[in-house]
């Protein structure tokens, strides 16, 4: 089993930035990519962006050129860092790790979220 723990979140100003974290434990060598999703008040939950077990990026396009996905392997911890923040950046953020895997030809999917961490951007 893998565990997730983000953290980073902060209220900040338009414009402004953070970097959140995400720091998974346990079975962590079943990571095959971490995804990271973001559900502000009364929406669904929305994908932003993941990177692959190789190290591949994804964003969303609301997101890209101000979000970047990066990880350090020896503290087994991925960063979203968020860049020129706008009040329509308001949500909790989630990582989810997709654990699926392959059992003969039949794939099990399988994922684990964190927590969720609160991002507030100000006008």
């Known amino acids: 089993q893998v565990q997730l723990m983000e953290s980073g979140g902060d209220f900040v100003q338009t414009g402004g930035s953070l970097r959140l974290s995400c720091a998974a434990s346990?079975?962590?060598?079943?990571?095959?990519?971490i995804h990271w999703y973001r559900q502000a008040p009364g929406k669904q939950r929305e994908w932003v962006g993941k990177?692959?077990?190789?190290?591949?990026?994804n964003y969303t396009d609301s997101v890209k050129g101000r979000f970047t996905i990066s990880r350090d392997n020896t503290k087994y911890t991925w960063y979203l860092q968020m860049n020129s923040l706008s009040p329509e950046d308001t949500a909790v953020y989630y990582c989810?790790?997709?654990?699926?895997?392959?059992?003969?030809?039949?794939?099990?999917?399988?994922?684990?979220w964190g927590q969720g961490t609160q991002v507030t951007v100000s006008s």
């Open positions: 990177m692959s077990r190789g190290g591949m990026t």
């Open positions: 989810n790790a997709d654990t699926g895997y392959y059992a003969g030809s039949y794939y099990y999917p399988k994922d684990t």
């Open positions: 346990g079975s962590t060598f079943s990571i095959n990519a």
